[in-house]
């Protein structure tokens, strides 16, 4: 039986009945004792967007408020349950860092473990900025471009996986195609 103490959630949220786990196929699941609804505890999509400027600098946010307060990450949010994921990003982009950009491919996906409470899978899409007079916004509040080896802070362990990455694909030369976003 899984630990208690890591069980996150307590109520069915179909009927308010008490959640209890029950195993299915060796995989123990939080299942309702009223009305057997099985709650399938899966990870949240989050996206994110690289965006360069003309000296390779990465476009980063600081964030405002909550556990990762005044650290840095790779611009990006949660997908809605009705949201295709490219409007996601183009969406969460926009309210953070209040530029219009373009999609040019998906650079990496990566699982993330960092908080307990919230698994998610997050896409980092890389981008260039189409518009827009960049201002800090949503949950962030202030924003810059940083040297890939001098990146503030981060507040989330796979964005330094993904500046890693980042730094070898410009190293190799295979980013090269993309042109210059506008400055700040
Ligand atoms: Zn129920």
């Known amino acids: 039986m899984p630990d208690k103490l890591k069980q ?9 009945g008490k959640l209890n786990y029950r195993y299915y196929q060796g995989i123990p699941r939080l299942t309702c004792v009223s009305c057997t609804y099985v709650l399938y505890e899966n990870p949240v999509v989050g996206v994110a967007a690289i965006v360069l400027n003309d000296k390779n600098q990465i476009l980063l946010g600081r964030r405002k408020e909550g556990q990762y307060q005044g650290l840095w ?3 990006c ?14 969406r969460e982009f926009k ?36 518009e827009g007079f960049p ?11 940083f040297d890939l080896h001098k990146v503030p802070q981060l507040a989330f362990p796979t964005d330094n996986i993904v500046i890693n990455y980042l730094r070898k694909e410009i190293m190799r ?3 090269r195609d993309i042109p210059p976003t506008s400055k700040l």
């Open 173 to 175: 030369g295979s980013i």
């Open 8 to 16: 996150r959630f307590f109520y069915c949220p179909k009927c308010g």
């Open 77 to 90: 949010g949660y997908v809605e349950y009705d949201e295709d994921v490219y409007d996601a990003i183009t």
């Open 95 to 130: 309210e953070e860092t209040n530029l219009d950009i373009d999609l040019i491919r998906v650079f990496t996906v990566q699982s993330n473990f960092h908080n307990p409470e919230n698994h998610t899978v997050g896409i980092w899409f890389l981008a260039r900025v189409r």
């Open 135 to 145: 201002k800090a916004g949503d949950d962030l509040d202030e924003i810059g471009y």
């Open 73 to 75: 990450c790779i611009p």
